[in-house]
């Protein structure tokens, strides 16, 4: 492992090297015979690379090379830049679990000053990150919706494996008084029950993967539909927003009673059941559908109605942008731990950018970052001062 005497003589300690406090504990694999650059180097080189618009091993060496004069104000770099083969190795055999420990407690640290509300949970496949006789890579990820940061990640090779990667990610995570928000892969009593034991909330979509859960809900729905709900005890909001030509309502029905369910106590804590309809109308062609919640919390219709929307950042803040601007679908990382840990070098880039001051576009934030030191170093000092 590295410390952070490491560090110095030479460059003076600033704001920026304080991100290096994060991984002090994190164990080096490689003997120290063969060692030209420190484990801490080549993190701070890789974020900050990362930051800059670097999406490969490559660009990340030759964005090192390009800057190694601001480097060198917070790095000793007595070797220079480490090569993108070196970058490469490193992070083949850094071990995933203490690489993402400390993620997981910076992150963590970082969420206790800010109003932590609710974590979506959602998996993405990196499409390139498979070869012959090899899975491409599924990474299940933990996303603070209002705060745009990713809180950790665990790695399975099939999106079926969603469902023993959530318990183990929760353990990981502090989410007590959250509420947890999972799409309909991550429906199940195990998980539910994971969440409560965190002292968490769960708000789980029900689709066909819980057949019997699904038809209960579905029939308790319109048997009282034709009546508005007058015999049952509900509450309901609505609303429509109109964005260049399409036209979109929505409207959210939360059952506070949920005896008619026959299994509702195999869900631990299950208070509430939740309905949501869409209808969206754009060039005179419309588009109706109806979603089936299951919650853990006691909370009215515009709270949950919020929370079922605010889930989808996940897909639109976090894995659109993985895949648009950090080309995650088009890494060729392929081999042992380097697909985990360089997606979760990405994840951490992504935060950051996501939390820097400005209206720009995440792509023009990162070009900003690569072409002035003054833009990046306040991108990343925003980030560590949240």
Same mark, same amino acid.
């Given at each position: 492992?590295?410390?952070?005497?490491?560090?110095?003589?030479?460059?003076?300690?600033?704001?920026?090297?304080?991100?290096?406090?994060?991984?002090?504990?994190?164990?080096?694999?490689?003997?120290?015979?063969?060692?030209?650059?420190?484990?801490?180097?080549?993190?701070?080189?890789?974020?900050?690379?990362?930051?800059?618009?670097?999406?490969?091993?490559?660009?990340?060496?030759?964005?090192?090379?390009?800057?190694?004069?601001?480097?060198?104000?917070?790095?000793?770099?007595?070797?220079?830049?480490?090569?993108?083969?070196?970058?490469?190795?490193?992070?083949?055999?850094?071990?995933?679990?203490?690489?993402?420990?400390?993620?997981?407690?910076?992150?963590?640290?970082?969420?206790?000053?800010?109003?932590?509300?609710?974590?979506?949970?959602?998996?993405?496949?990196?499409?390139?990150?498979?070869?012959?006789?090899?899975?491409?890579?599924?990474?299940?990820?933990?996303?603070?919706?209002?705060?745009?940061?990713?809180?950790?990640?665990?790695?399975?090779?099939?999106?079926?494996?969603?469902?023993?990667?959530?318990?183990?990610?929760?353990?990981?995570?502090?989410?007590?008084?959250?509420?947890?928000?999972?799409?309909?892969?991550?429906?199940?009593?195990?998980?539910?029950?994971?969440?409560?034991?965190?002292?968490?909330?769960?708000?789980?979509?029900?689709?066909?993967?819980?057949?019997?859960?699904?038809?209960?809900?579905?029939?308790?729905?319109?048997?009282?539909?034709?009546?508005?709900?007058?015999?049952?005890?509900?509450?309901?909001?609505?609303?429509?927003?109109?964005?260049?030509?399409?036209?979109?309502?929505?409207?959210?029905?939360?059952?506070?009673?949920?005896?008619?369910?026959?299994?509702?106590?195999?869900?631990?804590?299950?208070?509430?059941?939740?309905?949501?309809?869409?209808?969206?109308?754009?060039?005179?062609?419309?588009?109706?559908?109806?979603?089936?919640?299951?919650?853990?919390?006691? &909370?009215?219709?515009?709270?949950?109605?919020?929370?079922?929307?605010?889930?989808?950042?996940?897909?639109?803040?976090?894995?659109?942008?993985?895949?648009?601007?950090?080309?995650?679908?088009?890494?060729?990382?392929?081999?042992?731990?380097?697909?985990?840990?360089?997606?979760?070098?990405?994840?951490?880039?992504?935060?950051?950018?996501?939390?820097?001051?400005?209206?720009? &576009?995440?792509?023009?934030?990162?070009?900003?970052?690569?072409?002035?030191?003054?833009?990046?170093?306040?991108?990343?000092?925003?980030?560590?001062?949240?």
């Amino acid at each position: 492992m590295f410390q952070l005497s490491e560090l110095s003589p030479a460059p003076a300690k600033t704001p920026l090297t304080d991100l290096l406090v994060h991984f002090a504990d994190l164990p080096d694999h490689r003997l120290d015979r063969c060692q030209q650059h420190t484990l801490s180097e080549i993190i701070f080189i890789a974020i900050c690379a990362a930051v800059s618009g670097a999406n490969d091993w490559v660009a990340v060496e030759a964005f090192g090379v390009t800057k190694i004069d601001w480097f060198r104000k917070y790095l000793p770099l007595p070797n220079g830049i480490p090569s993108h083969d070196t970058f490469g190795r490193v992070f083949r055999y850094l071990d995933t679990d203490a690489f993402e420990a400390c993620f997981a407690s910076w992150m963590a640290e970082i969420c206790v000053g800010t109003d932590l509300l609710q974590v979506a949970i959602d998996g993405k496949t990196m499409r390139s990150s498979g070869g012959p006789g090899q899975k491409c890579l599924h990474v299940v990820s933990a996303f603070a919706t209002a705060n745009r940061v990713t809180l950790g990640q665990e790695a399975v090779d099939d999106k079926s494996n969603e469902i023993t990667a959530i318990p183990e990610l929760l353990k990981r995570l502090d989410i007590a008084g959250k509420i947890v928000t999972i799409d309909a892969m991550g429906c199940q009593k195990k998980i539910a029950e994971a969440v409560r034991e965190r002292d968490a909330d769960y708000l789980l979509a029900v689709k066909d993967n819980q057949p019997t859960l699904l038809a209960e809900i579905k029939a308790h729905y319109f048997k009282h539909l034709e009546s508005g709900f007058a015999d049952v005890p509900t509450t309901f909001c609505e609303s429509t927003e109109k964005n260049r030509g399409r036209v979109e309502y929505r409207s959210c029905l939360v059952f506070s009673d949920v005896n008619f369910l026959s299994m509702k106590d195999d869900w631990k804590g299950l208070k509430t059941v939740v309905v949501v309809v869409t209808d969206r109308r754009e060039n005179h062609k419309s588009a109706s559908e109806i979603r089936y919640y299951i919650c853990s919390r006691a &909370s009215d219709a515009p709270v949950l109605a919020k929370a079922v929307r605010e889930h989808w950042t996940i897909e639109n803040n976090l894995h659109w942008s993985l895949d648009v601007t950090f080309g995650d679908d088009d890494s060729r990382v392929r081999k042992d731990n380097g697909p985990q840990n360089f997606a979760r070098i990405k994840r951490l880039a992504l935060s950051i950018v996501a939390n820097a001051s400005g209206k720009e &576009s995440m792509a023009v934030k990162r070009l900003k970052a690569c072409a002035s030191d003054e833009r990046r170093e306040l991108i990343i000092r925003e980030f560590l001062q949240l």
